[in-house]
C-alpha cells in the first residue's frame, strides 16, 4: 500500500497550493482519508478528514481556508489551500483508514493505518 503525496513548496502569504494523495495497492473508496501536518519542533496535527458516508472535518485552524476533495474513482484526494499563513508551514502527510473508522476518530492520527511520506509546505515572504 502506497500513498504518495506531492504539490507542497513555497507560496507567500495569502497565496494558494493545491496537495494531492494517490493511493495505491488497496482501495480506500469506503474508507476515511486524512490530512494531516507537522511543523518543527510540534506534534503532528490534524487538518482535514473526508469519507463518502460520513463526511467531512477540518480543524478551526484551517476552516473557511482550506477544502478537502476525494476522486473516488481515481483513488486521488486533495487539499485546496487558500489564504496560506507562515503558521501552515509544515510537512502535510496524507493518511489512509479503515472502513470501521467512527466520525469522532477522524481527527486523530493513530485511527489511521496508512501513511504517506508528507510534502513539505512553506509560507513565506
Known amino acids: 500500500v502506497q500513498l504518495q503525496a506531492s504539490g507542497g513548496g513555497l507560496v507567500q502569504p495569502g497565496g494558494s497550493l493545491r496537495l494531492s494523495c494517490a493511493a495505491s495497492?488497496?482501495?480506500?473508496?469506503?474508507?476515511?482519508m486524512a490530512w494531516f501536518r507537522q511543523a518543527p519542533d510540534n506534534d503532528r496535527e490534524f487538518v482535514a478528514a473526508?469519507?463518502?458516508?460520513?463526511?467531512?472535518r477540518y480543524a478551526d485552524s484551517v476552516k473557511g481556508r482550506f477544502t478537502i476533495s476525494r476522486d473516488y474513482a481515481g483513488e486521488t484526494m486533495y487539499l485546496q489551500m487558500s489564504g496560506l499563513e507562515p503558521a501552515d508551514t509544515a510537512v502535510y502527510y496524507c493518511?489512509?483508514?479503515?472502513?470501521?473508522?467512527?466520525?469522532?476518530?477522524?481527527?486523530?492520527?493513530?485511527?489511521?493505518?496508512?501513511w504517506g511520506r508528507g510534502t513539505q509546505v512553506t509560507v513565506s515572504s
Open positions: 493518511a489512509g483508514g479503515s472502513r470501521s473508522m467512527i466520525f469522532s476518530s477522524m481527527n486523530t492520527a493513530k485511527a489511521y493505518d496508512y
Open positions: 495497492g488497496r482501495s480506500f473508496n469506503g474508507a476515511p
Open positions: 473526508l469519507s463518502r458516508s460520513r463526511g467531512r
